[in-house]
């Protein structure tokens, strides 16, 4: 290649580096950037990222991404929303995420993609446990999820955010098996354990055979370190917010999140946009499945996947707060 003067030395420089992050996409074991991540996991905030959940009123993943992107923390490229056991009606699924975009446009987030439907069962493991012979379901998410990997540059690969099944995630890959060169999941799913971990309850027990999909051809980060989620809206928050119809939508869903500590599937989006949030990874790989047919994750130094053991919830509490106690976060 020819270089022209004057820019010889940094045009050089980036050709290495789209060099370098296309290799490692291509292994599947250079971090993801093509500088240096923030952080212990291999993309962060500045990766275009497309939310995957099923229901609006379990937990605050919605209302964290929605802040992140409208504060210019992340780029919300995309809401697919599909079902659960616990949310089986996707009409009323989309209707909750149809609310929630609309009452944060209505109070000036900006930057808010609308949310769209997935309709998809469960994968289903064929006869001869070849991944490749999975039938797709060709769901409307998976197809996003191709389309608009597409647009994502080689350095900054699109990221799945999941708070659910990974359904549509695999199923893109069964759609196009170069999508792992484009793309990273990271998942609110699963526990820690002491030999490292599994993919199942939370969201893993929903589609096993996704999972050993995801965990097998992806890069793939999984979060399976939670906190307390009803911390992030106590009652002596509600008089303190703005009046806006955002904060409305707060207030009237502050009595549904669920108790458990498993449900905060928000610790996916915040271990994205808050590198301080996560304070200890192990590199492990899916090796094998228990008696109730759950992946398991197995500690290897060289492993495919980052697995999320320990995080700091008080630090999510804290910017969820400012966020939504600052003025500036809603414009006219």
């Known amino acids: ?102 009452a944060a446009r209505e109070s000036g987030l900006q930057n808010i993609p609308d949310p769209m439907s997935s309709t998809g069962p469960a994968l289903v493991s064929p006869s001869d446990k070849n991944i490749d012979s999975t039938e797709p379901n060709r769901s409307e998410g998976a197809r996003f999820i191709i389309d608009t990997s597409m647009q994502a540059e080689p350095f900054r690969p699109l990221v799945v955010m999941t708070g659910g099944r990974l359904t549509d995630v695999a199923d893109a890959y069964l759609m196009d098996h170069t999508l792992p060169e484009r793309v990273v999941v990271v998942s609110s799913l699963g526990s820690v354990t002491t030999d490292g971990g599994e993919m199942g309850v939370p969201n893993g027990e929903m589609d096993r055979w996704a999972d050993v999909i995801v965990s097998q051809k992806f890069r793939y980060v999984q979060v399976s370190a939670f906190y307390d989620q009803t911390a992030d809206v106590p009652d002596s928050l509600i008089p303190q917010l703005p009046g806006n119809a955002f904060t409305s939508w707060i207030q009237s869903k502050q009595t549904k999140v669920f108790v458990d500590l498993l449900a905060a599937d928000q610790v996916a989006v915040v271990a994205l946009a808050i590198p301080e949030f996560v304070s200890s990874v192990n590199r492990v790989v899916q090796q094998g499945v228990n008696s109730d047919n759950i992946s398991l994750l197995s500690q290897d130094p060289s492993g495919p996947i980052w697995l999320v053991t320990q995080i700091d919830g008080a630090i999510a509490t804290a910017r969820f707060w400012q966020m939504l106690l600052n003025s500036d976060t809603f414009h006219p």
């Open 1 to 102: 290649m020819a270089f022209r003067r004057g820019k010889s030395v940094r045009d050089a420089k980036f050709c290495l580096v789209i060099s370098l992050a296309m290799a490692g996409c291509a292994g599947g074991t250079l971090d993801a950037g093509w500088d240096e991540p923030r952080g212990l996991l291999p993309v962060d905030a500045r990766n275009p990222i497309v939310l995957c959940n099923d229901g609006p009123y379990d937990n605050w993943q919605g209302e964290y991404a929605m802040l992140f992107a409208s504060t210019g923390t992340l780029s919300l490229a995309g809401i697919v929303i599909s079902t659960s056991p616990v949310a089986s009606s996707l009409d009323d699924n989309m209707a909750g995420w149809r609310q929630m975009v609309a």
